[in-house]
Nanobody
């Protein structure tokens, strides 16, 4: 049974930091590119960050470059999103996904809520 379980969301003040985790099971984690998406209130889902199978390449949305860092631990089947200098516009539900072929989302997690507010 494939599972992606996100954790680490919560309420944080502007300028603060959070670290999201996504624990994968039920598939060969190291064979998949991993991503973080988010859906802000009233907006469409957007790709926040992607990391390739062995972590050799990462890409970020322009809105988070320099503030967010995606990483992965293939020994522990986990992908992370370190978020710093958070802004209210970073508020949303954050989802991780697994892509066997880059650009095609095969598996999704249930999401974790991030709220940036004073």
């Amino acid at each position: 049974q494939v599972q992606l379980v996100e954790s680490g969301g919560g309420l944080v003040q502007p300028g603060g930091s959070l670290r999201l985790s996504c624990l994968a099971s039920g598939f060969r984690f190291s064979l998949y590119h991993m991503t973080w998406y988010r859906r802000a209130p009233g907006k469409e889902r957007e790709l926040v960050a992607l990391i390739t199978r062995f972590g050799t390449d990462t890409t970020y949305a322009d809105s988070v470059k320099g503030r967010f860092t995606i990483s992965r631990d293939n020994d522990n089947n986990t992908v992370y999103l370190q978020m710093s200098s958070l802004k209210p516009e970073d508020t949303g539900v954050y989802y991780c996904s697994a892509q066997e072929t880059r650009g095609r989302n095969d598996y999704w997690g249930q999401g974790t809520q991030v709220t940036v507010s004073a």
